[in-house]
């Protein structure tokens, strides 16, 4: 059974940092694709990195500020923010899709994971 723990959300301020953690178990990371996305109040959810394999993806808002990583020792990714925005405050959410069925998938469509966290907020205000 897959399950996924978010950890490292938190209040801080505009330009400030935060690292999330989505700690995996059940599954072996180097056979699975991990996606960060957040919803803020009102909002659709939102694809904003993703790690498979040695390729990474970001959404164009948070390139150069967001970094998305993995220790496979560790089974867990981490999303580094740099420079963080107001527009940056949401519940961030990772996901997993097994690579075997990642044909066809879109790396930013929420639809194509098939196991979530159960989030956690990021809070950017001064």
């Known amino acids: 059974q897959v399950q996924l723990v978010e950890s490292g959300g938190g209040l801080v301020q505009p330009g400030g940092s935060l690292r999330l953690s989505c700690a995996a178990s059940?599954?072996?990371?180097?056979?699975?694709?991990i996606g960060w996305f957040r919803q803020a109040p009102g909002k659709e959810r939102e694809g904003v990195s993703c790690?498979?394999?040695?390729?990474?993806y970001y959404t164009y808002s948070v390139k150069g500020r967001f970094t998305i990583s993995r220790d496979n020792a560790k089974n867990t990714v981490y999303l580094q923010m740099n420079d963080l925005k107001p527009d940056d405050t949401a519940v961030y959410y990772c996901?997993?899709?097994?690579?075997?069925?990642?044909?066809?998938?879109?790396?930013?469509?929420?639809?194509?994971?098939?196991?979530w966290g159960q989030g956690i907020q990021v809070t950017v205000s001064s």
């Open positions: 790690i498979k394999g040695s390729s990474t």
């Open positions: 996901a997993s899709e097994n690579l075997r069925t990642w044909w066809g998938s879109l790396w930013y469509r929420a639809q194509d994971y098939d196991s």
């Open positions: 059940g599954i072996n990371l180097d056979y699975y694709a």
